[in-house]
């Protein structure tokens, strides 16, 4: 049987650059299209590649610059015939454009009572629709600071799915989840939480582009096939591709982009992408096993990590 992949890339105006006093034209550059790698750049290569992937769509910047943006970014990615779902940083709620940070609301969805979760998420359904999305049924909470009351929130709201399950962020992701959860199962509404593999025993490292190696992502992918899991679900951010200060891409982070989309290319027939929407059949409740420890795995993407911060990250 085939192991769905949930391709997701969370789609959102950076808090540095509206921190940093950037304005709304700025911000949109460096966080949605930095450097030339950014939506335009995945969603061309998601194309010729023939992948299906969930963009996570934070609509709540439009508090403060109005939705011109987030239609931007909506209208990018349903043209390209992807999907949006929702994603909130409730940070921006309270913000003041021009203000450079210094209002705001609390950054941790969990830190919300279940009525104020309720409240921003509908708030944040209304705008990402009124930017012309497609009504969400899946959401990720920024920086995955979901709890229970989260998936209660969704439930109530109609929501199907959640991703915000994170066992590598045990400190931010408060569902009341293993940290080695990584088969989709039914929690007030169906969680499908973000792959993980094992750093080491007890330590979790989190399958998104700037965190795994090519090797490392390739073997998880082939774990999970071998072992007939029930998800692959990834991460990446719309800005991921290039640095930090969104002026030059990072091309440790290209190169591994590259190499991923031509796995899932290459692995189609047991590992098809999908989109949420899609609906697809999944085997919940399984008991799935994260991809075991390699010392020369972690130690060839430490040395990759060590040539990214001090070469790539470097501003144009």
Known sequence: MATPVFLTIDT????RHHAAGLDADEIYARSIEPAGV??????????????????????????????APIRRMVEAIQGAGQEVQLHLHP???????????????RFQLYKYSL????????GATELLVAAGARHPIAFRAGGYAANDDTLKALAQLGFLYDSSHNGA??????????????????????????TVIAEAPGLWRHFQLCALSSAEAEAALDHAVAEGHAA?????????????????ANAVHVRRCEALFRMLADRRAVLPTTHFADRPTLALGQDDVPLAPSARRRRWRQAEQLWSNWVAERAA
Do not use: Y
């Not at 061309?44 to 439009?62: I, S």
């Not at 940070?91 to 609301?105: E, I, K, L, S």
């Not at 962020?169 to 499908?192: C, F, K, N, W």
């Not at 692959?232 to 951010?237: C, L």
């Open 12 to 15: 959102e105006f950076a808090w």
């Open 38 to 67: 950014g939506l335009g750049f995945q969603l061309r290569l998601l194309a010729e590649h023939g992948l299906k992937a969930c963009f996570f769509v934070d609509p709540m910047p439009a508090l403060l610059f109005g939705l």
């Open 91 to 105: 940070n921006w709620t309270g913000g003041r454009a021009g203000d450079r940070g210094a209002t705001h609301g």
């Open 115 to 122: 009525a104020e979760q309720i409240d921003l998420l509908r």
């Open 169 to 194: 962020e045990g400190d931010e992701s408060r569902i009341g989840l293993a940290a080695s959860q990584i088969a989709p199962l039914r929690a007030q509404v169906t969680e499908v939480p973000v």
């Open 232 to 248: 692959v679900t990834i991460v990446s951010h719309g800005f991921e591709l290039a640095n930090r200060l969104g002026t030059r």
